[in-house]
């Protein structure tokens, strides 16, 4: 029989992006498919969501859905088979999906997300299982569980702990959840409303888009005042690694590339390279081409990569910069774009195209993160022959075998490890990687590797179809 699975996100590839949380939520349907779980996305309705709904019918009219006007709006966008949150009070608005056009958060996040997790609540009780993610999400396990009128078993995961989507206690008469609610086992959290707690404590299984970070956010460090929760309930956790798209992210035939390539036709990066090098306003050469796509935050350690800029160069190293994110960051790798012209190329912005030709094009890409739940640029570099450069933490340390000794002489490396995220730690792994540069077969044999290992979704999918059933028959 195929299990009936509501996906309840804030953002799904290719309706709106604004990280790997989007590639996730996007991919998933397609994952699951195989194994008779027929996943439907409920998603904001967002302006580029309303405009890309085909086939849409309205399933639900709310008069009041905390405060505001909705539809709940099924049909297809984006190739992805959706039911669209349509309130334009909430999400009818210019800048991105969680800030406005001045990057400030939007002061009624938590009802445009209270929102979502009501609706979200709804829609599941009428199917097999409820999947919600991040803090944007979780609230949709909150209200299943309160509401009491349904058995729909939930699952939560979690893409990033460090958002816990935490509001003044002010706001909770306004979510229609009862008194008992406001407990510590509940949705308080600090003194206020913690979302991602809410879904978390409610969820009958919580799951982390890595195995290294599912252990990880069992501890303070990394467990952002949620790892006594996580730590009470380990037996409910699970670590799923991410997957990829293979079919979006394929470098044999991907049209943001200037010349399409596999791992028998690598000299064919060179053309995706001169592609990269102008549009980063790099002087044309041989010398090993980093790059980075990424938030430029502290999370991803881009302040780190900054402060190492001159070193590269010293080292005769390049680099190519694609991201947005803290000013400090991206006004520290805009000075050294000015301080090196022809060696380091910044654009400031998100340009999905882009990130595609970096990936076809640069020889490496650094990825210097103080945490990360998965990582998918590491994969995208994998699949792509752009070797990673990353700091030894969560998804990077389950994806990318380091290129020691014993990895090179069995042929298993993959990338470059390191274990401290400084600009020491750094420097020194990026030296390792332009030693390997200098080594072409050595090079080569990275390349392949990585390009021939299986980032497809097949197992996770399974993973995740197994982890729904088992709810669904009560033997977890
Ligand atoms: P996170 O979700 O934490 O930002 P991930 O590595 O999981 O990190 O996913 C990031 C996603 O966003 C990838 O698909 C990456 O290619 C994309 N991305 C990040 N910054 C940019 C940018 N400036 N332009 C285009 N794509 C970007
Ligand atoms: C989050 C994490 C990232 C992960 C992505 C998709 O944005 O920061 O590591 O790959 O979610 O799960």
Not at 300 to 320: I, P, S
Not at 366 to 372: G, H, M
Not at 376 to 395: F, N, S, W
Request: charged fraction near 20%; aromatic fraction near 8%; proline fraction near 5%.
């Amino acid at each position: 029989m195929t299990l009936k699975v509501l996906s309840v996100v804030s953002e799904a590839y290719p309706l709106i992006k604004t990280g790997g949380l989007a590639d996730v939520a996007g991919a998933l349907p397609a994952a699951l498919a195989p194994y008779d779980v027929r996943l439907t996305t409920l998603i904001p309705g967002y302006p580029p969501v309303m405009k890309a709904l085909e086939k849409s019918q309205t399933v639900h009219h709310y008069k009041d859905l905390l405060g505001v006007e909705a539809h709940l709006v099924g049909g297809i966008a984006g190739g992805l088979e959706v039911i669209v949150l349509d309130a334009p009070a909430l999400y009818t608005r210019g800048g991105g999906p969680y800030a406005g056009p001045d990057g400030k958060d939007w002061p009624d996040n938590w009802r445009r997300f209270a929102a979502l997790g009501r609706a979200g609540a709804d829609v599941a009780a009428a199917t097999d299982l409820l999947h919600a993610h991040d803090w944007q999400a979780a609230m949709a396990a909150a209200y299943l569980r309160f509401d009491k009128k349904t058995a729909t078993p939930s699952v939560v995961t979690i893409h990033n702990i460090a958002f816990p989507g935490r509001f003044p206690a002010e706001i909770f008469p306004s979510l229609g959840l009862p008194l008992e609610a406001f407990s510590i086992d509940g949705v308080e959290y600090f003194g206020g409303v913690g979302f991602l707690k809410s879904g978390l404590q409610a969820a009958d299984a919580i799951t982390t888009v890595s195995p290294t970070y599912a252990e990880q956010i069992h501890e303070p460090e990394f467990g952002m005042g949620l790892d006594g929760l996580i730590a009470a309930r380990r037996d409910r956790v699970f670590g799923i690694v991410n997957g990829i798209d293979t079919a979006v992210w394929n470098p044999a035939s991907d049209q943001n590339l200037a010349a399409v390539y596999d791992d028998g036709t690598l000299r064919a990066r060179e053309e995706n390279r001169r592609a990269a090098e102008v549009a980063f306003g790099l002087s044309e050469g041989e010398e090993p081409l980093f790059c980075a796509v990424s938030r430029l935050t502290q999370q991803k350690g881009m302040d780190v990569l900054a402060a190492v800029v001159d070193e590269l160069v010293a080292m005769g190293g390049r680099l190519a910069v694609l991201g947005t994110g803290e000013a400090e960051i991206e006004a520290a790798f805009t000075a050294a774009a000015v301080r090196y012209p022809g060696a380091v190329g910044v654009r400031i912005g998100y340009d999905e195209a882009l990130s595609h030709l970096l990936q076809g094009g640069a020889d490496a890409i650094v990825i210097p993160s103080r945490f990360e739940p998965c990582g998918l640029t590491q994969l995208y570099g994998l699949r792509y022959g752009c070797i990673p450069v990353a700091a030894r933490t969560g998804g990077l340390a389950d994806t990318i075998v380091d290129a020691n000794e014993a990895a090179l002489a069995s042929g298993a490396a993959t990338g470059f490890l390191f274990d401290s995220v400084t600009p020491e730690g750094l420097t020194r792994a990026l030296q390792r990687a332009m030693g390997a540069f200098g080594r072409r077969e050595i090079w080569r044999c990275l390349q392949k590797r990585g390009m021939k290992t299986d980032f497809s979704w097949a197992r996770s999918g399974q993973r995740y179809a197994e982890l729904y059933k088992r709810l669904v028959n009560k033997s977890l």
